[in-house]
């Protein structure tokens, strides 16, 4: 089968649960079959190194190119664009004539029996394919997490217009779920939610995945009363979690144990944060090559998010590697994880600081709940498996391609596009 996969942003370093995801998709895919994977890259991205990660694609075609940032004249451009298309700047903000016009390119010559939009902000850098059926791959609900972070806002102003992002990014959301040939979301949660969005859409689930081999216990001492989180810091609700846990839960915690440590991994934190978690003697590391050996030597894994969607890479990572793990319910939402075995599910500040407490005084209940996750993920979650499911149902939507006619995902990004 040829398979075209389109994604915006990047793909390698993989610092982000997207890209992992992505990487491990398509490393398993490209080994079965013929996968041309068109992206972009900009400062930081490594496109070589992508090709040395995906050593049996096809072909790589990695196009210059950044999404304008707040506050510069390109974004300024991009809102304008953003409200006189009615498209949410999200989604505006990442259309590009290179990448819409390669990917024509490709199709025309005959490159692809699948077309796979990785995540919603691909759709506009699909051209009219009108024999090549589309899969949307959803990493996330994005229109409930634009919901979310307005909720979270207390600005009145700022508020107003992020509700109008989040109610702009559900009807675009619709739309490229009601055109796609199959939309993939990664946990029943978010099938259920976006076929509820969509009610004509074709919606699997396809959980994530771990390497169960790489993220693995380790022998190394943990560090007493030491917490960790890991996860892209220039990701809003990655800050927003960790500026609400220095805020609101950790003072409680050191009201029962004063000398806790919390380290926060991920790339490229902002001043904001460091400048406000500094105060409280929190470590902030940035980029890192491997997660790893932080995740090794805390003696729990906390995910205190309050907005956010999709499935937490991070937190199959920790339980592959035999941490307890502590999470409020959005956290952990869509991960088939039973609360009080696998993890431990706390959304208050007083009882997610007390289920830390609890765990750090307990060693053999944290120790419990770290075997528990690792066997449920090697059991269930390996990339070879999670894979063959996004093979199986790719197969069966060019089949049926085969056989029926229909519109596809690019008929949206044509609306979308440019003029």
């Known amino acids: 089968m040829r398979i075209l996969w389109v994604k915006m942003g990047g793909l390698w370093p993989s610092t982000a649960g997207g890209r992992i995801r992505s990487l491990e998709t398509l490393s398993c895919l490209s080994r ?9 890259h900009g400062p930081g991205d490594d496109p070589d190194g992508l090709r040395r990660r995906l050593p049996y694609c096809e072909r790589i075609v990695s196009i210059p190119f950044t999404a304008p940032r707040a506050g510069t004249p390109a974004f300024a451009r991009a809102l304008a664009g953003s409200w006189c298309s009615g498209s949410p700047v999200d989604l505006w903000k990442w259309q590009s004539r290179d990448v819409l016009e390669q990917v024509r390119s490709l199709v025309a010559a005959g490159g692809a029996e699948v077309c796979v939009a990785d995540f919603l902000v691909s759709v506009g850098n699909i051209p009219l394919l009108p024999r090549v059926p589309t899969v949307l791959f959803q990493h996330n609900v994005e229109h409930m997490i634009w919901r979310r972070i307005a909720d979270l ?5 700022r508020r107003a217009l992020l509700e109008i992002e989040a109610w702009k990014m559900r009807q675009a959301e ?5 055109a796609a040939d199959l939309v993939v979301a990664v946990s029943d949660d978010d099938c259920q939610r976006l076929h509820a969005l969509a009610p004509r859409s074709r919606c699997v689930a396809i959980p994530t995945g771990v390497d169960t081999a790489y993220f693995r216990p380790s022998t190394a001492r943990e560090v007493p009363r030491r917490l960790v989180f890991t996860g892209s810091m220039d990701w809003f609700p990655n800050e927003d979690a960790i500026l609400y846990f220095v805020d609101a839960i950790l003072p409680r915690i050191r009201a029962e144990i004063d000398d806790i440590s919390l380290t926060v991994v991920g790339r490229n934190p902002s001043a904001r944060l460091r400048a406000a978690v500094e ?3 929190v470590t902030v590391t940035g980029t890192v090559d491997d997660v790893r050996p932080y995740v090794d030597e805390a003696a729990l894994y906390i995910v205190p998010l309050r907005a956010g969607g999709g499935t937490r890479l991070k937190i199959f990572e920790a339980l592959s590697m035999g941490k307890a793990v502590v999470s409020t319910r959005v956290g952990a939402e869509g991960l088939a994880l039973t609360a009080g075995r696998d993890v431990v599910i706390a959304d208050e500040p007083d009882a997610f600081a007390a289920s830390v407490v609890t765990l750090l005084r307990d060693p053999a209940r944290r120790l419990a709940i770290g075997r528990a996750g690792r066997q449920l993920v090697q059991s269930r979650y390996s990339w070879e498996r999670v894979s063959s499911e996004f093979e199986h149902h790719c197969q069966s939507v060019a089949r049926i391609r085969r056989a029926t006619s229909g519109t596809s995902l690019a008929a949206l990004a044509r609306e979308q596009s440019p003029s």
Not at 32 to 40: A, K, L, N, P, S
Not at 153 to 157: A, F, Q
């Open 174 to 178: 619709r739309r490229a779920c009601t």
């Open 153 to 157: 806002e207390r600005r009145p102003l």
């Open 32 to 40: 079965r079959h013929d996968v041309t994977v068109v992206t972009t």
């Open 279 to 281: 105060p409280a003697g």
